[in-house]
């Protein structure tokens, strides 16, 4: 299997259900069909797309639209993008700040917006202002539009045991004998993106790196707040950090609890 023979599958797992449980079983039926040399192929391209994926720029990109990162959720990000197909995950590899155009970060402005009614009632003599909100459903965003997908990552796996008949077997060993080295997870002293490390605390280094991102979250959002510091390392610099946009989480929490 070369790299057409995998987009090809992505994509027709995607064509062939209508949900992401529904999808994760096709995926995995068929590539347990396949001979396990070709399962992994699959692994390798999967690999190859994710450690494409993996820069600085497009971690900045994870953490604007989902409101908070992590090592994991970036993987999960890249997870999901791969997933969207191969038109999508190339134009945004290519320019991180154009996933703006990718209907699925569409409608997820979309549903951020229509999550719930504001209403706003003022007493009669013009004291007292009470500000209603209503949810219009019990998730910000359903699960099947979650921009994070990380059972999608475990499909190959999940055939190669199935097609060896052994629950221990998995491809990354075959995948790594072929020279192929996974980038995620950071997990090992001084992994990190690719790409020149920059200071996410930098308005102006974030504003000229994405700056359709940044207009638009400061136009349909909030206004522009500075972005945080850089992720903290830890005493033993290990990819296991967390950061959080505290204007994004005061958002949903207003919109939990007015």
């Not at 090592?71 to 999960?76: A, N, Q, T």
């Not at 995950?89 to 549903?111: A, F, G, H, N």
Request: with cysteine.
């Amino acid at each position: 299997m070369d790299m057409n023979g995998f987009w090809d599958l992505v994509e027709r797992s995607a064509q062939q259900s209508s949900s992401r449980r529904e999808r994760l079983d096709w995926l995995e039926d068929h590539l347990a069909r396949l001979p396990s040399e070709e399962i992994v192929d699959y692994e390798a391209c999967f690999t190859l797309c994710a450690n494409r994926a993996c820069t600085w720029d497009m971690y900045a990109v994870c953490w604007t639209i989902i409101g908070s990162g992590s090592s994991d959720g970036f993987e999960y990000f890249v997870t999901w993008l791969i997933s969207l197909g191969r038109d999508s995950y190339e134009k945004v590899t290519e320019c991180p700040d154009r996933i703006l155009e990718l209907p699925q970060v569409q409608r997820l402005s979309e549903l951020s917006r229509n999550y719930c009614h504001e209403r706003t009632s003022v007493s009669a003599d013009g004291t007292v202002r009470l500000l209603r909100l209503t949810r219009v459903r019990q998730q910000f965003w359903p699960n099947d539009d979650w921009p994070e997908f990380e059972l999608f990552a475990y499909v190959p796996g999940k055939a190669y045991a199935r097609a060896l008949g052994d629950d221990e077997a998995h491809p990354g060993e075959a995948v790594a004998a072929r020279g192929i080295t996974r980038v995620f997870p950071f997990l090992t002293n001084g992994a990190e993106p690719e790409g020149e490390a920059w200071d996410f605390g930098d308005e102006a280094e974030f504003t000229r790196r994405l700056p359709r991102l940044v207009r638009h979250y400061a136009a349909t959002d909030h206004p522009w707040t500075p972005w945080p510091s850089q992720p903290f390392w830890g005493d033993e610099r290990t990819r296991a950090w967390s950061f959080h946009d505290r204007t994004a989480r005061e958002r949903r929490m207003r919109h939990f609890y007015g």
